[in-house]
């Protein structure tokens, strides 16, 4: 029996097919519901699938590169440790890949990073820096850190020539090949004490103890970061990335409350196309997406895309959710993104901020 289409249903399919959206392009940027001007691309529109942005395999551990130049491919891989592939170079946010085993696989490990162009440490505790001295150390990669930082990769197995120390506080640019790199001091999350305690005496008594063999490996990835007090004041530090398309990107890998050289460097610099940002560790959802709103009101990005919302085994993720439902409730043209391990998210970098008419 023959089944006929219906003359509106035939409408419906020839507008679909003659619409920008319907037409073949290598990614879908995730500001296309939002942003016109990445359909007026007619180049971008046209071209071929990029594999790039289509498969789960880092760059530096030996996956595709994107063919345009001028996309932007991201990557979480946990915690706030984000993989930035741009323009033919890789850059590293965090380092801190081999956790261990009471923690959820990433998919690989440090030693199949095999290619890095820069590595930038927001702080030195060990579940951000941990990696970060072998992988440079095999790669000949820089590293960007607090004095703090730089004083634990020093007792660790690297040139001290591939250390670049930084404070945040003003006049201070870094050039990474197409990344133009800002050093901004921030402050490191400070959670209530009390939630902390209460919550970490519950998970203590109700989720499954560490065995002796897990708890030795956590003590030696522990002794790869920085224990230090002054990781909260003064080893903090944000970072503003910004391509040579004009394209900006805020990285900041604590949850912590903005300081002033932030609300300094967004006056001068404007809206972020991206913000990377740190879930705080107040463990309730109303403290955390306070926090959220601060981060958001001060950077301005037009996508969100979390940080440090995974955890250990039978520990408490922060959920995502709540914190995107009060940065829509006040921005509702806000975009936010929180994907799975590895999984890129694409940019065409031609359309940001900095261009708009």
């Known amino acids: 029996m023959k089944r006929w289409l219906s003359l509106a249903a035939v409408v419906s399919l020839l507008v ?91 998919g690989f490990h440090a030693d199949d990073v095999k290619k890095v162009d820069a590595i930038l440490i927001g702080h030195g505790h060990f579940d951000h820096m941990a990696d970060a001295a072998a992988i440079a150390a095999r790669t000949g990669a820089p590293v960007v850190g607090a004095p703090v930082t730089a004083e634990k990769l020093a007792t660790q197995p690297i040139d001290p020539k591939q250390v670049h120390v930084v404070t945040g506080k003003g006049g201070e640019t870094l050039q990474f090949g197409s990344f133009r790199v800002e050093p901004i001091l921030g402050r490191h999350g400070e959670p209530p004490p009390t939630l902390v305690d209460a919550f970490s005496v519950a998970l203590k008594r109700t989720a499954k103890a560490p065995t002796e063999d897990e708890l030795a490996e956590q003590a030696g990835i522990h002794q790869r970061g920085s224990s230090d007090r002054r990781v909260i004041a003064d080893g903090t530090i944000a970072y503003l990335i910004t391509l040579d398309t004009g394209f900006r990107i805020l990285f900041r890998d604590s949850g912590g409350r903005v300081t002033d050289y932030e609300k300094a460097a967004m006056e001068r610099s404007g809206p972020v196309d991206l913000g990377l940002i740190a879930v705080a560790a ?53 975009v936010t993104v929180s994907k799975t391990y590895r999984e890129p998210t694409c940019f065409n970098t031609e359309v940001n901020i900095s261009r708009r008419k």
């Open 282 to 334: 107040s463990y309730l959802n109303t403290l955390n997406a306070e926090q959220a709103l601060e981060h958001m009101r001060t950077y301005r990005p037009d996508v969100y895309m979390p940080g440090h919302h995974d955890a250990a085994r039978n520990d408490l993720w922060r959920a995502t959710e709540p914190l995107f439902q009060a940065l829509k409730d006040e921005n509702p043209g806000i």
């Open 16 to 106: 679909a097919a003659s619409s920008p959206r319907a037409v073949a392009r290598p990614f879908e940027d995730p500001r296309a519901e939002q942003n016109e001007a990445l359909d007026g691309d007619a180049a971008y529109a046209t071209a071929p699938r990029d594999p790039a942005c289509h498969v789960s395999v880092l760059a530096s551990s030996g996956g595709p590169m994107p063919r345009d130049p001028h996309t932007l491919v991201v990557r979480w891989t946990g915690y706030t440790n984000y993989e930035l592939v741009y323009n033919g170079q890789i850059l590293l946010l965090d380092a801190f890949f081999d956790r261990g085993h009471i923690y959820p696989s990433l």
